[in-house]
């Protein structure tokens, strides 16, 4: 059994609680009290990037796809790119459309 620490030997004696931990009840309970706590220590933890960090990281974008172009090459007339228009940074849409892409 799980419980065979010597700080529950409470547990040990219920059998209400070993039979419950047999049939999975208890390992339930403990997943959602640990997804509870990761939830709220989660928050803590978030930061917010800047619009010069997200610049930065759309610039990388742009010149990942550059390299990826200039290494397969790429037959406008041959391909389309579908691009959703509503999750794509603006900036990188802009580029498709100085590009003629």
Not at 3 to 31: C, D, T
């Amino acid at each position: 059994m799980e419980y065979q620490l010597k700080i529950y030997p409470f547990l040990r004696r219920s059998e209400l609680i070993v039979y419950s931990n047999s049939i999975g009840i208890i390992s339930n309970v403990r997943a959602f009290i640990t997804q509870l706590n990761s939830f709220f220590s989660s928050n803590k933890n978030v930061t917010d990037k800047t619009t010069f960090d997200l610049e930065k990281l759309h610039d990388t974008y742009k010149d990942n796809f550059n390299s990826l172009i200039a290494l397969y090459g790429y037959d406008k007339s041959r391909f389309y790119l579908l691009i959703d228009e509503n999750t794509t940074p603006k900036s990188f849409m802009d580029y498709f459309k100085e590009q003629w892409i």
